[in-house]
């Protein structure tokens, strides 16, 4: 449009045009309210990405196009020049402005309508926003600081429910239990390592109670960032990670000696039932794997 053809006020065309821009705002802001609401119903409904994104592009530029069209259409852009030093407006031109903009004679009519839309828009978009703290999912509690052989006596199994006695694992031998029962939890993978003769351990106060004829229990999960430990190096009695090397030193209390590991491996309570089988008489001495734990070292 050419400035000759650029409507002024008390031209027919303006009217004609307010009301357009009116539409193109009451539906932009409409569509970003309804863009919001079906980003809620689709989050509770179990979520689905592309739809998501979709939905919240819609809102926002819903939103964008709407402030944009207001903003060209009903705000006042002539151009003025002043004298730098008295750029502000003075309270002359404020209160006429104020009685213009309340008047409705900057050309915006249904400007209640329009605003209750903004706000909704925006309230609308807000609270679909905050749906995803739901997926922060539910409190952990203390189960982040316990394994499942906390509480009663476990005995020690294999990975197909095999109780073990001392006897079973040969001298360098290692092998990977659980409790009886829960050969599928995560934070209960154990190494049960049966230590040479002539190999001294050094272990402090009642861990020393938790060997079994050299049979000693650690917590397989690496304290680095929770890989599953599991090279041993029998000569020296070294535990090896295999993914950034990390090595623990099974006869100092495993001990990490190299690596970016920096707490030992946690170690179980071991002790022989009546039947002469493996069991756990608690849970590991600290929590195991990498975590919260960890941040002040
Ligand atoms: S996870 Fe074991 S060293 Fe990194």
Known sequence: M???????????????????????????????????????????????????????ATAFGSIGIGIVVWAKAFMPDDEVTEERKS???????VAEFTADFEAGTTGLKRRRLLTSLAGTAFAALGGALLFPIRSLGPRPGRDLKVTPYAGAVKRLVTEDEQPIRPDDLPVDGVLTV????????ADAPTLLIRTRPTQELHLQGEKVGWVVGGIIAYSKLCTHVG??????QAEEGLLLCPCHQSTFDVLDGARPVFGPAARPLPQLPLDVDDDGFLIATGDFEAPVGPGFWDRGR
């Open 227 to 232: 890989c599953p430990v599991g090279l041993y």
């Open 2 to 56: 050419t400035p000759a053809e650029t409507p002024q006020p008390g031209d027919a065309n303006e009217g004609v045009d307010a009301d357009r821009s009116e539409r193109i705002v009451a539906g932009a802001f409409g569509l970003a309210v309804i863009a919001a609401i079906c980003l809620g119903i689709t989050y509770w409904n179990g979520g689905q990405t592309q739809i998501e994104g979709v939905l919240l």
């Open 87 to 93: 750029v502000a407006s003075d309270e002359e031109d």
């Open 178 to 185: 659980w409790p009886e029962g829960h050969t599928h939890a």
